[in-house]
């Protein structure tokens, strides 16, 4: 809305119309209403607030949020405080989100491709809409070739979207993202038959053993867990928990650490597995089928698993012990271990620990959520919903037409997958997205979609916190660009298609749909029926409260079990396969979504690109981490450029000397590396995504992003390094003070 | 005449030393529980979107110009592979007595009656004299207008205004967060109550490791943790008696690797 737009919308309010009215105008049919979060929609007063609840879209956590609205613009976005996952606060990248909204670069309207090659131009929607019901009209009734690309969608857009596939009689509907669990997942429903993510109890564990799972910045569900750590270290409900890092390269996590291991890469699993042996083989392990998990387990013992491992067999032993005897304890295995080859199996492993720690099922430990997912909405196919499939289906010129919708394949998928080829071969490209990232820059119609600020939508949280949360999100602001809602977007383009489509997408808005859907869970849900008498009533409370949530019960206990015969199977057999002669390519290779710009979709924020990375303290650009020692017999020093070579493919980045990491590996931050993206993106560095094998899990389909052994040559090629520490020595100034564990144990604790 | 002249003097020279309200309103103070910090920068980025900082890029970052008001500092010690890391989220300690305010000439940053370091932008000449008196190194220099590409402005916090160049910034605490709170507070004839102002720092840190509230206040939280046997501040030899409180992070002695 332009300033005067608003003032004479303010007129009208000054009237007595609420503000949800002035603000709903411009976005929605008349009469529909934007509920803010708290304060019931009283007239628009310059310089008060109003706040509106939604959901974050950094990533996949989906911490609840409120907006902060003044005069129509959106100011600044916080925790929604009522909300169980976020529990009112935001990790950086929800802090940031605000700058998607007012992207300079963001896509201000619809646009076509002048001709194969061409440029885009802009045009109407009623063009652009024209154009993509010509472009579906096409397709062949029996077998359309439609395809249907967007991220793991959770709410009701992905029961719209399956509703659009099915009206058109596609079954290709296919989700992806970069790091969307798919292992974690699959080693749930493998090990422990969970049909979902179970919410990992971090707050009430006095023991927390981390297996590469980097929760503090990126991992699964960092706001809630984050919020969790602080409660285990210094919560005043008696002893303080105790964290172990095992991981190759130090996170931000590692870092936090009471003790990190640097185990060989791709060995977690095994050094997971010899623990669980250490554990049933001491006799902690409570359970009547012990016989037959010491035989699963006995090619585990830690003698033998520490030379694989390279962790000492007596510290393999004492962890396992303290593991086992500190009650309760909780084992994670988050991104680092997912990304192996194997990383299904690392996971399995991980279960199994807990389970035969008796973690399972209890308070502290792994609490398993009640299914929150929405009927008709679906999760993706492991074996046939992979990105893989959808890549070799293009290039086989058996895609006809894509509708891509907030996913970028062309950055997040490895190199050496060639989307960019096999996407070339589909006739017609529509991307729904929000900014020009490289999928999008390779469509041939753009219809660009509201921000998660401007839109209408759901969120059904995984893993929620035992409990299910239902998210809500409604538009904070009115749009700033020529944008719609992507399901608006479906349902237009379901009009267009007229006959058969047309009928089973009947609604005229998402929002109709949405309201629809909910009042549909409303009937058949007993405990929302309950919480309000009518559906409007519980329809307006949840747009305040920014969703629905039981209040704060226990959550429920379930009987989780993990057997033998069940796990053995999955169990790793040998440590992770590496790409690449050890001669040739003495490094290890291992990636990790940065801190600031996860995926690579944080990287059009000029905040993030700002802040300075945790762990080294670089902005505006990427680095690869080398250890001193490594570094030196290289002779490369800090800030020098090296080329880094695996079998299948080449970056070029400057050094960081990274003293927390094995000298056998190297690491880099995924994020950078964008050839489109806008201005603040594009440009800065190499996408070390160029350098990974195309290699996925057997079982789930998630790619193997550390799965290649690389090596390292100076580099003539110029490039800068910005960062933003001086030295990370105190120099005798006792700048952060410690006590001792011990000395902590006497300090008198009712002063607190 | 005289007596008002000799009255003004005696004022100017009452609030020239530091620590010259003998007694608060308030003590804002913020309390941070380094075993509870892990880092993640969320406060880092939750300050820059409510206090207008303005981003400077790439080229005036390496010339050591970020406009960032709070900043975490890593300390790293030993070596592979017994490598410990400690985190240290670092803002304007408000100190008591600031070494900053004795420099400026022109009176820019003063003390205000709710023991807040104060910074008047639109006094600042743009000395640099409290940036090189001030040990925590917090203080932010403009060097440039910086602008904002449109439409990222239509965010800009209206409670506060952007900063041009040549004048100084640093960490308020907030305070148009303190002075809304105030106002309501005053509206309805009572004092602020613990834990409504949250500066936009402590709101957003997933930890809860930053607690802000009024040390005056004998209940409140601030005041509870500050009498945490944890508890030091930063450089508290220098005697700038600064108002927040550091609680120290467990850790334990020696090589983090302890075999057997
Ligand atoms: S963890 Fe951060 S990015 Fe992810 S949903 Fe929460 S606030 Fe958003
Ligand atoms: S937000 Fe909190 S936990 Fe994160 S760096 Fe800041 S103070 Fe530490
Ligand atoms: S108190 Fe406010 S101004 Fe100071 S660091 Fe925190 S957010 Fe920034």
Not at chain 1, 175 to 190: K, M, P
Not at chain 1, 505 to 532: C, D, H, I
Request: contains cysteine; aromatic residues 10%.
């Amino acid at each position: 809305m332009k300033r005067r737009d608003f003032l004479k919308y303010l007129g009208i309010g000054a009237g007595g119309l609420g503000a949800g009215f002035v603000l709903g105008k411009a976005s929605n049919p008349p009469g529909a209403k934007l509920i803010p979060y708290l304060i019931p929609p009283e007239d628009v007063i310059p310089g008060v607030a109003n706040w509106y609840a939604g959901v974050c879209t950094q990533c996949n956590a989906g911490c609840g949020t409120i907006v902060r609205v003044m005069e129509g613009r959106a100011k600044k976005i916080e925790g929604n405080p009522l909300h169980p996952v976020s529990r009112g606060k935001l990790c950086a990248r929800g802090q940031a989100s605000l700058q998607a909204l007012y992207n300079p670069d963001r896509i201000k309207g619809p646009m076509r491709r002048i001709s194969k090659g061409g440029d885009f131009t802009g045009i109407s929607w009623e063009e652009g809409l024209e154009i993509l019901s010509g472009n579906l009209a096409k397709l062949d009734k029996d077998a359309p070739g439609l395809y249907m690309l967007t991220p793991p969608l959770r709410g009701h857009l992905n029961s719209l979207v399956n509703g659009f596939m099915a009206a058109f009689g596609s079954p290709d509907y296919f989700q992806y993202e970069l790091f969307q669990h798919r292992n974690l997942i699959a080693a749930n429903r493998l090990s422990a038959s969970l049909s979902e993510i179970p919410y990992y109890d971090i707050e009430n564990t006095k023991f927390l053993l981390s297996f590469g799972a980097d929760f503090s910045s990126t991992w699964l569900s960092p706001v809630n867990m984050s919020y969790g750590y602080g409660r285990m270290r210094q919560g005043g409900q008696g002893k303080r928990g105790r964290l172990v890092s095992v991981e190759p390269r130090m996170s931000l996590t590692g870092a936090n650490a009471d003790e990190w291991v640097p185990a060989r890469p791709g060995t977690e699993g095994i050094l997971a597995l010899s623990m669980a042996y250490e554990i049933v083989s001491q006799g902690y392990y409570r359970g009547a089928d012990g016989g037959a998990w010491k035989s699963v387990l006995a090619r585990y013992r830690p003698a033998e698993a520490a030379k694989i491992t390279d962790v000492g067999e007596e510290r393999i032993k004492r962890i396992a012990r303290e593991f086992a005897e500190t009650r309760p304890s909780l084992a994670i295995g988050g991104e680092c271990v997912a990304s192996y080859e194997n990383g299904v199996s690392g996971l399995v492993a991980v279960n199994v620990l807990n389970h035969v720690a008796g973690n399972m099922g209890i308070k502290g430990g792994v609490v398993p959520n009640s299914e929150g997912f929405v009927e008709g909405a679906r999760r993706p196919d492991l074996k046939t919903d992979r990105i893989s499939t959808l890549l070799k289906s293009a290039s086989e010129g058996r895609v006809k037409a894509l509708i891509v919708y907030n996913t970028n394949p062309l950055f997040t998928a490895p190199k050496a997958l060639d989307a960019g080829g096999s996407l070339s071969k589909i006739p017609f490209i529509v991307s729904l997205s929000s900014f020009m990232d490289s999928t999008t820059a390779a469509a041939d119609l753009i219809l660009p979609s509201h921000t998660s600020l401007e839109d209408w939508g759901d969120d059904f949280a995984e893993p929620a916190v035992g409990t299910p949360v239902y998210t809500m999100n409604q538009p904070a602001v009115s749009p700033v660009f020529d944008t719609k809602g992507a399901g608006d977007i479906l349902l237009a383009a379901a009009r267009g298609a007229g006959g058969r489509v047309a009928d089973r997408l009947k609604w005229n808005t998402f929002e109709a749909y949405l309201r629809e859907s909910w009042q549909g869970l409303y009937k058949r849900n007993r405990a929302m029926a309950s919480s309000a008498p009518t559906f409007d009533e519980f329809w307006s409370r949840t747009l305040q409260n920014g969703g629905w949530w039981q209040e704060a019960e226990e959550p429920r206990k379930r009987a989780v079990y993990v057997s033998a015969s069940g796990a053995g199977p999955h169990l790793p057999q040998s440590p992770s396969r590496f790409e690449g002669d050890e001669k040739e390519y003495p490094f290890y290779l291992v990636l990790y979504p940065h801190a600031g710009h996860f995926d690579g979709r944080g990287a059009n924020l000029p905040w993030l690109q700002e802040t300075p990375d945790p762990m080294t303290s670089v902005v505006w650009g990427g680095w690869i981490e080398i250890n001193p020692k490594t570094a030196g017999g290289l002779g490369v020093k800090e800030g020098d450029m090296v080329t880094v070579d695996s079998p299948s493919g080449r970056v070029q980045l400057p050094v960081y000397l990274y003293p927390g990491i094995r000298p056998d590996t190297v690491a880099m931050p995924i994020g950078q590396g964008h050839t489109e993206y806008g201005r603040y993106a594009k440009g800065r560095g190499s996408n070390p995504l160029d350098m990974v094998p195309a290699k996925e899990d057997g079982i789930s389909g998630e790619i193997a992003l550390n799965s290649t052994r690389v090596k390292i040559t100076t580099s003539d090629m110029s490039g800068e390094m910005v960062k933003m520490e001086g030295s990370t020595k105190e120099l005798g100034r006792e700048i952060v003070q410690t006590v001792s564990p011990e000395e902590f144990e006497k300090m008198p604790k009712d002063a607190v | 005449m005289e007596g008002i002249l000799k009255r003004i003097a005696e004022k100017f020279r009452d609030y020239r030393v530091p620590g010259y309200y003998k007694k608060f309103d308030y003590r804002w103070t913020m309390v941070v529980d380094l075993d509870m910090c892990n880092g993640c920068g969320a406060c880092v980025v939750a300050c820059r979107a409510e206090n207008n900082s303005a981003t400077v890029g790439k080229e005036e970052c390496r010339k050591g110009r970020a406009l960032n008001w709070i900043r975490i500092e890593r300390y790293v010690e030993g070596e592979y592979p017994d490598i410990k890391v400690k985190f240290i989220p670092i803002m304007c300690q408000n100190c008591s007595s600031a070494p900053c305010e004795i420099g400026c000439p022109v009176y820019a940053t003063y003390h205000n009656q709710d023991g807040l370091n104060v910074q008047v932008y639109n006094r600042c000449v743009g000395t640099f004299t409290c940036a090189t008196y001030c040990p925590y190194d917090v203080r932010r220099f403009n060097w440039f207008t910086y602008k904002w590409d449109k439409p990222l402005d239509e965010q800009l916090n209206p409670d506060l205004t952007v900063r041009e160049m040549g004048v100084m910034e640093k960490c308020t605490f907030c305070i148009q967060r303190i002075r809304v709170a105030k106002d309501r507070a005053k509206d309805e004839k009572r004092e602020i109550k613990d834990g409504e102002v949250k500066p936009a720092c402590v709101q957003t840190c997933p930890t809860g490791a930053l607690v802000f509230g009024d040390l005056n206040d004998p209940e409140s939280s601030v005041s509870r943790m500050a009498r945490n046997p944890r508890r030091y501040r930063l450089l508290e030899e220098l005697n700038t008696d600064p108002s927040v409180i550091y609680l120290k992070r467990v850790m334990a002695e020696g090589p983090s690797e302890r075999e057997g």
